[in-house]
């Protein structure tokens, strides 16, 4: 497995490398920071719901959806990124996103406590504090033929941004995710009572996932590699893969006589999960004739959400007792994993509590 400490590198490139490495079934683990801040948003959110896209054009921030789920982050060189790429058909290591949240998880909560700060994974995605406050996220992806292993040690945050960057319904309750923010989340920084060096924090970091990855050959990015990166960063970057169809924020809407839009949310252990349908026919009990989902969650596959999920409501009637069963099939399913999130958790997306 290669090791590429990058330090820090462009905004967007800085986040695009593992995409492509993956894309090309390079097994390796990236050690990198953004030189210039920027926004990310998860691969099933919708841009239009999660995040104040005026605010993020006016401020001259770079908006960039991962392949990985999970939510809106703020990303600046303050953040030290590790990122595991390995073969899906690699049996060395976790087969499963659930392992590999137990394993890989292991390396950054060591290097943690090397500097004084016990720390500990919390399912369904989090790393915290012995009081409980979150100083670090993680995800994964399928990519290819590659599963991906994301996350970030925090040295420092930038409250104010993110509290500025998030979409919220009514300004008066800015404050209020301000305050959220500073409450629920530390840094390295605020546990120590003072930044930590950027090198010791990678030199450590790289210790403790050696320990666990086996031995790491250093090596560097091609100029080649490069190009074709900048080329993905390029398809990342058009409107259709980074905003999509832009999506309503009413309960439900009248498109003509026995057609109607219907939206729900639910927030699930493992996200928040917003759907969008097509009913033809009455609310309760009409025909599902098209479906969106989106969300802060994790689904692996990837592609398992629009061919699977979605699919598997399609048709059916909007009512509690027949897509129940269409889910769980999809939810029992031994090759896709949806961590934190179960059937119930779906039929209160779809609005049917009861």
């Known amino acids: 497995m290669y090791l590429f400490n990058l330090d820090r590198m462009p905004d967007l490139l800085s986040m695009v490398i593992f995409h492509e490495l993956a894309r090309e079934g390079v097994e390796a683990l990236v050690i990198v920071s953004p030189e210039k801040p920027l926004i990310s948003i998860g691969y099933f959110q919708d841009a239009h719901q999660e995040v104040d896209l005026d605010y993020i054009k006016s401020s001259g921030l770079p908006l960039f959806r991962r392949e990985v789920g999970g939510g809106t982050t703020y990303l600046d060189e303050n953040q030290i990124f590790y990122q595991v790429i390995y073969s899906r058909k690699n049996k060395r290591f976790p087969q499963t996103i659930k392992q590999a949240y137990e394993v890989l998880s292991e390396p950054p909560c060591r290097a943690h406590e090397r500097f004084g700060i016990k720390v500990r994974f919390r399912e369904v995605n989090d790393l915290v504090t012995e009081d409980g406050r979150k100083i670090g ?55 120590l009572g003072e930044l930590p060096s950027r090198e010791e924090v990678q030199e450590i970091l790289i210790a403790e996932f050696q320990k666990v990855l086996g031995p790491l050959e250093k090596a560097e990015l091609t100029p080649d590699f490069l190009r074709r990166a900048r080329a993905l960063e390029r398809q990342m970057q058009k409107p259709e893969f980074l905003f999509g169809k832009k999506k309503g924020e009413v309960d439900s809407l009248k498109i003509k006589s026995g057609l109607n839009l219907i939206f729900g949310q639910h927030k699930a252990r493992g996200g928040l999960i917003r759907t969008i349908q097509e009913v033809e026919g009455p609310s309760l009990g009409g025909t599902i004739q098209d479906l969106s989902i989106s969300g802060d969650f994790t689904l692996i596959p990837r592609k398992s959400l629009r061919e699977g999920l979605e699919r598997s409501i399609i048709g059916a009637r909007r009512e509690k007792y027949e897509l129940f069963p269409r889910i769980a099939q999809f939810m029992e399913s031994k090759d896709k994993e949806m961590p934190g999130v179960n059937t119930e958790d779906i039929i209160m997306a779809l609005g049917l509590k009861d």
Request: charged share 35%; aromatic share 10%; glycine share 10%.
């Open 137 to 191: 996220g993680e995800g994964g992806a399928d990519i290819g033929e590659c599963m991906v292993f994301v996350g970030s040690m925090l040295m420092d945050f930038d409250y104010q941004t993110m509290s500025r960057v998030a979409k919220i319904p009514d300004e008066k309750w800015r404050d209020k995710v301000y305050k959220s923010l500073e409450e629920n989340l530390t840094t390295m920084r605020r546990e």
